[in-house]
């Protein structure tokens, strides 16, 4: 068993679609914004989008996710400072500024996609023993 997509499902495949096109920079491997479902290079595995209710349709299940984070989507970079001023100035907004996390052997940054999914840009620092 392999990890291939992780796939987010949201209720505006348009807007989530050009935030991570437009502003985390992904490339997109399928589809467009104006489609259900869409892919982007994610490193090992592909990102995705998927309108929700489209997979309660699929599923049987509810479009409404559980309230809180569950899932945290986190993204490796050489220098969280330099990809957090140039994710702001695309439009990004922060919910935790750098911060290094010598326990976790990291330094992080945390921003939402528009529909409010938790995302960790971090690169990696000694940690402490």
Request: net charge negative.
């Amino acid at each position: 068993m392999r990890l291939t997509h992780i796939r987010l499902l949201v209720s505006d495949v348009a807007t989530c679609f050009r935030f991570y096109r437009d502003v985390l920079g992904l490339q997109p491997a399928f589809g467009s914004e104006q489609d259900v479902y869409v892919e982007f290079e994610a490193g090992s595995c592909l990102l995705a989008l998927f309108q929700a209710d489209a997979m309660a349709a699929a599923t049987g299940l509810p479009a409404e996710p559980p309230r809180g984070d569950r899932t945290v989507l986190c993204l490796m970079v050489e220098d969280v400072d330099r990809s957090v001023a140039e994710l702001q100035a695309r439009g990004a907004q922060l919910v935790a500024a750098p911060t290094d996390r010598p326990e976790w052997g990291l330094r992080t940054a945390h921003l939402r996609d528009p529909e409010g999914n938790l995302i960790e840009i971090a690169h990696s620092i000694p940690m402490h023993a």
